[in-house]
């Protein structure tokens, strides 16, 4: 059989208006931020050397600023959320609709966009970064010698005293609680749409809540867990690798019932056409089959391309092979939970509000 040759890249689109000569990206800071700097936006830097190109680290508040007009928001030219939360502002009109197979770069085999990233284009203005996931580290010094083979050892505070690091919204929390608290796999999301789930959720939190520390930045669990502040947290498998591989700290991932979900790029709607333009012509760059696939050298995340994650990925700096470190290696998928984007993004903002309310009891 004749090997496959992979087809050039297309160049991008002309833009059928000048472009923008500034371009403000929303993303959420650290290891995340760099991979993204360092896989794309560094390049294309090169190639558009009179642009000013700028980051602005909130993601974590991109829907609330969005939805009330933010003065620092109408700056905004792309920002990166993850996909229940760029399914809401799809659903408010706040984020534009795009058109995936003219707007973005085909696979390296010639395949259209849409089929080349296929299920992760969870909505029409959602652009699939990466593949990432929500797990746990735990310091491997406070463990003893029984380290934390379950999701549900979080809630065991007789093998495993001290504090727990959980982030300050209610999805993986109130999931992971059902699922300890009893709750079948394949029944999470029917227990969690009642009042009574939501509660039976928030009791099961209640039984380790006064040894928590809430965190709002993805960079606050790898700070806790390095200066042993907390015996375990949840946090994005990305920065745990960073904290693990490239800063050697006594710390050791849980991939049991890690909760798989996408993130990626939406465009705010209300751009003028320049600046429209020069999105546009960055998103085809960004996102190609070779940048999604040189981001996997920086962070442990899978490539939402098809044809990116095809191609052999190896530590930009330690060199190793990146595949058993992804949250979609073969290993660490097996007992893995999947995101429910639908779900969160009609229930959200009734559940934060309950959970914000238990929060504050």
């Given at each position: 059989m004749a090997p496959v040759v992979p087809v050039p890249p297309k160049?991008?689109?002309?833009?059928?208006?000048?472009?923008?000569?500034?371009l403000t990206l929303v993303s959420w800071g650290g290891t995340y931020q760099r991979s993204q700097a360092n896989a794309y936006l560094d390049p294309y830097l090169r190639d558009n050397r009179a642009l000013n190109a700028k980051w602005d680290e909130k993601s974590y508040e991109a829907v609330s600023r969005l939805r009330n007009k933010n003065a620092a928001a109408r700056l905004w030219d792309l920002v990166d959320v993850v996909a229940a939360d760029a399914i809401r502002l799809c659903d408010e009109g706040l984020a534009e609709k795009i058109d995936h197979d003219r707007v973005l770069a085909p696979g390296s085999d010639g395949s259209p966009a849409t089929r080349d990233f296929g299920r992760f284009i969870i909505s029409a203005c959602f652009v699939p970064q990466i593949a990432y996931s929500m797990t746990f580290g735990y310091r491997t010094d406070k463990v003893g010698g029984r380290p934390p083979r379950s999701v549900c050892d979080v809630f065991d505070l007789n093998r495993y005293p001290g504090k727990r690091a959980l982030e300050k919204r209610p999805d993986y929390n109130m999931v992971w609680a059902l699922l300890c608290d009893g709750v079948p796999e394949a029944q999470l999301y029917d227990v969690?749409?009642?009042?009574?789930?939501?509660?039976?959720?928030?009791?099961?939190?209640?039984?380790?809540?006064?040894?928590?520390?809430?965190?709002?930045?993805?960079?606050e669990t790898p700070q806790l867990l390095a200066d042993g502040e907390?015996?375990?947290?949840?946090?994005?498998?990305?920065?745990l690798f960073s904290l693990i591989n490239e800063h050697g700290a006594p710390v050791d991932m849980l991939w049991d019932r890690q909760v798989l979900d996408l993130d990626g790029w939406i465009v705010p709607t209300g751009l003028s056409a320049k600046r429209k333009a020069r999105v546009m012509d960055f998103l085809y760059f960004a996102t190609d089959t070779q940048r999604l696939s040189d981001q996997a050298k920086y962070i442990?995340?899978?490539?939402?391309?098809?044809?990116?994650?095809?191609?052999?990925?190896?530590?930009?700096?330690?060199?190793?092979d990146m595949t058993p470190h992804l949250p979609t290696g073969p290993e660490n998928v097996q007992n893995a939970l999947v995101y429910n984007h639908a779900f969160w993004a009609r229930h959200r903002d009734t559940i934060e509000a309950r959970f914000a309310t238990w929060l504050a009891r």
């Open positions: 160049p991008a689109p002309r833009a059928a208006v000048e472009m923008a000569n500034t969690l749409l009642t009042r009574q789930g939501q509660e039976r959720a928030l009791a099961k939190l209640d039984t380790i809540k006064r040894h928590v520390v809430w965190w709002q930045s993805g960079a907390v015996v375990m947290g949840s946090g994005y498998n990305g920065r442990a995340y899978g490539p939402a391309r098809r044809s990116s994650a095809a191609l052999p990925v190896r530590h930009a700096s330690l060199g190793f």
